[in-house]
């Protein structure tokens, strides 16, 4: 059987990054490995210098070094550029990598769990570890191995110059082993109160209509500024902490290199070495010291990138790389619900628990309860947006896991309470940003939403760009763009949570015709309905309360035991008989003509479509 691959099957993840960059780490090393024995050229030079040409006074010998050292010097600067290129490269590769996942991650996590700030913090991360690895600070990881050498040579050049150098460097390694454990606490505070502060930000910016008409521009403005200033606060502790490392460490390692020089002098005066090797010492030793000193320096934004990679590591581990699925035929027979509970992202109870119904092909279903008894959280189970924590969902017997995620969707329709559009033009909404999207296609959606017309009628028609979130149309608009689209490519699927909330009767006629035409094509239909202009093209009702399923038959059936229930039957709570009976009573008025008189029908429903 042949199988699809999923668009995120390739998905790496962060020990594949690691492993797949080894080559480049390698070569990496190897270059910080010849840089850092062509860093000996400076004090062998000074060396030579001092204890040769100054002895001899012999100006061929000082021109011959001159000119290796100004080769071998080249030669180092030519490979720290091609490091710092390379380096540039890896994190660009990283980015490469990762940014597909993340990016599915950021679409995907916050259906799953809820994420913290404004749910952008891992393309920050992101950009946190790619700065971090195009910088300087993995030069110093790479130059610390090769300190041990500079080490050995001051030992070579007497045991009393590599002691004061041994010493330094154990003070200097110590420094940076505090800086890391007094640097972490404040790091991961201020990347904390950043997110928070940038959550307050984007509900002010979602917010600005409800902002300025009501007056809120103050108080919204206060909370921000506390979040402000507590991310500032924390922000400047964790700068004091690296700012006050990074001064000592300089200073000590000045110090250390006077000293070294100190030590040096000493043993020239005690005849136990020369100038050169005193010069030479000081400046081998500064060498050595050199990585440390960088490593504190780069502390902050090293501490900054690994708790962003950590966060990253975390959030593929919540989205795993799924495996291929092999490709399923179009569905047509029915949809299946069996005993599924529900858990919002963040949530520790479900909030919809043991329902199951089925629907058959053709066939259409409206949810009805009142407010808060699960209808919404229901139609995003059913549409694939949440994923049930027990039960499953099935179209033709098939699982939802078992589809491949991709093809699932071009059989699934489905319109949210609140229709946000994609910064693009009317036509590639309606299409699902399809690239190649067949004009008449887009055309049939349109007309079967019934807004056709309504498109015509913009000055640039389905070229009309709608702006960031749909901003360029106005709210019906946009639910009547976001209906065609959830009927395009004729979904066997079509889910929708209150359709007509934002519509004129003109739209509500629109919506029972488009649950009309996806049941004339056998399709399924599902509706969440508040308004009872929807229930009259459905022929199936689904009484939600407290998160449960309290009836569910033929339309004309449920209605019936809602608007007189039983004496015996205490399954449907006062609150939610009462609000389907406030929905059901202008039923009568409204819906019924698209059905046919069906047994059981409430007493005069077959006079009330007999005269429609």
């Known amino acids: 059987m042949p199988r699809v691959s999923n668009e995120t099957s390739s998905r790496p993840q962060a020990a594949a990054i690691v492993s797949g960059l080894a080559p480049a780490i390698v070569g990496i090393a190897m270059i910080s490995g010849v840089v850092n024995v062509l860093a000996l050229t400076a004090p062998l030079f000074m060396l030579q210098v001092y204890d040769r040409v100054l002895a001899s006074r012999s100006v061929s010998t000082l021109v011959g070094l001159a000119v290796l050292a100004a080769g071998l010097y080249a030669v180092q600067a030519v490979l720290d550029v091609i ?37 952008l913090q891992p393309l920050r991360d992101l950009d946190n ?179 962003s990679w950590t966060r990253l590591k975390e959030l593929l581990a919540l989205a795993p790389e799924p495996s291929g699925v092999m490709a399923l035929p179009k569905p047509e027979t029915d949809l299946q619900v069996q005993s599924i509970a529900i858990v919002p992202p963040g949530g520790k109870r479900p909030t919809v628990a043991g329902v199951s119904f089925a629907v058959p092909a053709g066939g259409a279903l409206g949810i009805i309860g009142p407010s808060g008894s699960g209808k919404s959280t229901l139609a995003r189970a059913l549409a694939g947006v949440w994923t049930p924590a027990t039960g499953t969902v099935r179209l033709d017997g098939a699982s939802f896991a078992q589809w491949d995620p991709a093809r699932l969707g071009r059989h699934v329709g489905y319109l949210p309470q609140g229709v946000d559009l994609f910064d693009g033009t009317i036509a590639e909404n309606i299409a699902r940003l399809e690239p190649d999207a067949i004009p008449d296609a887009i055309v049939a959606a349109a007309r079967t939403a019934g807004v056709h017309d309504l498109i015509l009628r913009l000055e640039h028609g389905y070229e009309t760009h709608v702006g960031e979130a749909g901003c360029a149309l106005s709210a019906g608009q946009r639910q009547r763009v976001g209906l065609a689209r959830a009927l395009y490519g004729d979904p066997f699927l079509v889910v929708l949570d209150e359709p007509n909330a934002n519509l004129d009767a003109e739209g509500e006629e629109a919506v029972i015709q488009a649950i009309a035409s996806v049941r004339a094509r056998k399709g399924i239909a599902v509706v969440v309905a508040h308004r009872p202009s929807a229930l009259g093209a459905v022929d199936f009702v689904l009484m939600m309360d407290a998160g449960r399923a309290k009836a569910f038959g033929p339309r004309a059936e449920v209605l019936s035991r809602v608007l007189k229930p039983p004496a015996s039957d205490s399954s449907a709570s006062p609150s939610a008989t009462a609000a389907t009976a406030r929905m059901v009573t202008p039923l009568r008025v409204i819906a019924g003509p698209l059905n046919a008189p069906e047994a059981g029908d409430p007493p005069g429903q077959d006079q009330y479509d007999a005269g429609h």
């Open 129 to 307: 570890v790619r700065g971090f690895l195009s910088g300087q600070g993995p030069t110093a990881l790479f130059d610390l191995p090769w300190m041990p050498l500079y080490l050995g040579i001051c030992f070579l050049f007497h045991v009393w110059l590599g002691v004061t150098a041994l010493i330094g460097a154990i003070v200097l390694v110590s420094l940076a082993v505090a800086t890391d454990a007094m640097s972490r606490g404040p790091a991961r505070r201020t990347s904390q109160h950043a997110m928070a502060r940038n959550a307050l930000m984007e509900a002010a910016r979602r917010n600005a209509e409800v902002i300025r008409a009501m007056g809120l521009g103050r108080r919204v403005a206060a909370r921000w500024q506390s979040a402000n200033a507590a991310y500032l606060a924390s922000s400047r502790r964790a700068g004091d902490v690296a700012g006050g490392f990074t001064g000592v460490s300089r200073a000590l390692r000045t110090m250390l290199q006077s000293a070294i020089l100190a030590v040096g002098a000493y043993l020239v005066i005690e005849q136990e070495a020369s100038a050169g090797v005193m010069i030479a010492s000081s400046i081998m030793m500064g060498r050595a010291l050199a990585p440390i000193d960088l490593a504190i320096a780069s502390w902050k934004p090293f501490l900054t990138a690994r708790q």
């Open 83 to 119: 490091r710092a290129r390379v380096l540039l490269r890896i994190g660009e590769s990283v980015d490469t990598r990762l940014s597909g996942p993340v990016h599915d991650a950021v679409v995907r996590i916050p259906l799953e769990t809820r994420m913290p700030g404004d749910g």
